[in-house]
């Protein structure tokens, strides 16, 4: 039971309830002794009144039975200056403590009623107190501490056998609370994450919040989130997992097809048209990044996107191969391509991967200026990183700026396309080959004025 919720909870409670009664107790037994000793006084001043209507001539067996009655051994009163023993017993033994209950403090009757309790022996103890309705100045009796006593640990036991009947049903009474009002909606709650971790798949096992209490049920609306969430999320790696078998199978015969073209393509190098002999080169450049990417896209459906291969590459010349390929593209006609080179800028990087990278955001930037119609200016740039060992390289165009959408997922495939109808794999794609460069591609900019992107590649030795 102490391993469980409502079992610490009764447990506590038992134990915090019988600890309040005992800070009851404690007074409690200390007015308890008080009040027997004020009522022995009482009982005094009575028999001492019978004695004084007979001008103080009684019987001894009067006197002895008014003494019995009183539970006391003797009867002091002072009712001018004089103070006048009223009845007294044959034999009294020594007294060995007074007490004074005329206006006596709390804490000395707690500490007298705790001592008296601790101490089991019968000895004579003197009270001193005020006589009722003013009949004297002051009243005084000997007696026995053990019918004090006595009396007092009949009253503490009964206090906590009252106070045990008290803490167990509050205990229950709270245990069952407990049990209804929490324990039994989280046990509700474990059990629906349990069926759900059956199947997360299933949308039908999400948590629906239902809760009374307003921090269990920010708990169910928290986990519903969720629980929705990873569903999506779950059902989108299936749905990547498929298309991505069916990508690599295309791939893997569109290169097939594409090594078939370069090979024809080779026949037209030796052609003695000076068109055909102008872009052949570039055909065969163009066909053999075609193969290199099918082959990278069947590495990625591996999830071993090869490392690159570092090597020096003349920035100015990559940016101008880059642009000539995007050029060519069917909405670059009205699209002016500024280059701003370093003098002598060299990189270490893979031509082939920062190939890709710089066509997928320009191509990004052509498309954007082309779908907001007219003329637009792509400014590609390369310089040494400012207060950086490395490089950078920036692509800033005049298009419309990003949607809300494609920069909440920026560089999430298949969530941040840039354009209607895009897959978004393009800049996941480039930020992964910038990341295995050990770069970074970053957006520094994006409002209705135009895009910029920033490539960072650190200048490391070659591997």
């Known amino acids: 039971m102490f391993n469980t919720l409502s079992g610490r909870f009764l447990i506590l409670t038992l134990c915090f309830v019988m600890l309040a009664e005992v800070l009851i107790f404690v007074p409690s037994v200390a007015r308890f002794r008080e009040d027997y000793l004020l009522s022995r006084l009482e009982r005094a001043q009575i028999a001492s009144l019978a004695l004084l209507a007979n001008d103080g001539m009684v019987d001894p067996a009067l006197e002895d039975e008014l003494l019995r009655n009183a539970d006391v051994l003797n009867v002091v009163l002072r009712r001018d200056a004089v103070r006048e023993l009223v009845l007294a017993a044959p034999q009294i033994p020594p007294v060995a403590t007074t007490y ?15 001592m008296q309790l601790w101490d089991q022996r019968d000895r004579t103890i003197r009270v001193i107190g005020a006589p009722v309705r003013d009949a004297g100045l002051e009243i005084e009796v000997t007696m026995h501490s053990a019918p004090l006593r006595a009396a007092m640990v009949e009253f503490g036991l009964r206090i906590l056998a009252l106070s045990a009947v008290i803490s167990a049903f509050t205990a229950a009474l709270l245990f069952f609370s407990v049990r209804f009002f929490l324990v039994t909606p989280m046990n509700r709650v474990v059990g629906q994450v349990r069926a759900y971790a059956d199947a997360p798949e299933d949308a039908r096992r999400i948590i629906t919040p239902s809760a009374g209490l307003h921090e269990l ?51 037209l190098e030796g052609s003695d048209d000076p068109a055909v002999q102008r872009t052949a080169p570039k055909l065969l450049q163009s066909l053999s990044r075609a193969v290199n990417l099918c082959e990278g896209t069947l590495a990625f459906g591996r999830a071993q996107e090869p490392p690159p291969a570092l090597a020096r590459v003349d920035a100015a010349g990559l940016l101008r191969d880059v642009v000539e390929s995007e050029s060519l593209g069917p909405d670059a006609e009205a699209i002016e391509f500024d280059i701003s080179v370093e003098t002598g800028l060299t990189l270490r990087c893979d031509a082939e991967q920062i190939f890709r990278v710089l066509s997928n955001l320009i191509s990004n930037a052509r498309q954007a200026i082309a779908a907001q119609g007219g003329a637009g200016v ?9 207060n950086e060992d490395g490089w950078e390289i920036r692509i800033r165009d005049t298009g419309p700026g990003l949607s809300e959408k494609a920069l909440e997922h920026l560089f999430k495939p298949f969530q941040g396309s840039a354009r209607k109808g895009g897959s978004g794999l393009g800049l996941a794609i480039a930020a992964e080959l910038v990341r295995g460069h050990g770069g970074a591609l970053t957006l520094e900019c994006s409002t209705s ?4 992107f920033r490539i960072w590649l650190p200048s490391q030795p070659l591997g």
């Open 100 to 114: 004074d209950l005329r206006n006596p403090p709390s804490l000395g009757l707690i500490r007298d009623a705790m």
């Open 217 to 267: 049920r920010d708990a169910e609306v928290a986990l519903n989130k969720m629980q929705t969430q990873l569903t999506a999320a779950l059902k989108q790696k299936d749905h990547l997992a498929q298309m991505g078998a069916a990508v690599a199978k295309i791939s893997h015969d569109l290169r097939n097809i594409l090594t078939t073209a370069s090979l024809m393509a080779d026949r």
């Open 378 to 386: 792509i400014c590609i740039s390369a310089q040494a990183a400012p």
């Open 449 to 452: 004025e135009g895009t910029e």
